[in-house]
């Protein structure tokens, strides 16, 4: 199973950007969907991005919309995350996940592979 480590999170004000990144090792990253997911404390885990195996298709949830961009290189085993114009709402810790090969297999799918987490902090 591919293995996800996370990075580029850290604390921003509101209006900043940030770009995440998440690098795989071992698994089929370059036939994998990959994504982000984002949770605060007491809340569900929300689904925020998703890119298919190819880089070619990709689906934002509503609170991604407009403001960030999912991209991958697949010659680097590494997807991206780029944030902008953040809010403090957006504060959340931030996961990347694997599963599936479009990006509608990864929003159907009740299982993934997670990294670790790397926390967001927008201050306003």
């Known amino acids: 199973q591919v293995q996800l480590v996370e990075s580029g999170g850290g604390l921003v004000r509101a209006g900043g950007s940030l770009r995440l990144s998440c690098a795989a090792s071992?698994?089929?990253?370059?036939?994998?969907?990959m994504g982000w997911f984002r949770q605060t404390p007491g809340k569900e885990r929300e689904f925020v991005a998703t890119?298919?195996?190819?880089?070619?298709?990709?689906y934002y949830g509503d609170s991604a919309k407009g403001r960030f961009t999912l991209s991958r290189d697949n010659a680097k085993n590494t997807v991206y995350l780029q944030m902008n114009s953040l809010k403090p709402e957006d504060t959340a810790v931030y996961y990347c996940?694997?599963?599936?090969?479009?990006?509608?297999?990864?929003?159907?799918?009740?299982?993934?592979?997670w990294g670790q987490g790397t926390q967001v902090t927008v201050s306003s």
């Open positions: 996940a694997a599963g599936g090969q479009s990006t509608t297999d990864f929003v159907q799918r009740t299982s993934h592979a």
């Open positions: 890119i298919n195996w190819s880089g070619t298709s990709t």
């Open positions: 071992g698994g089929s990253f370059t036939t994998s969907a």
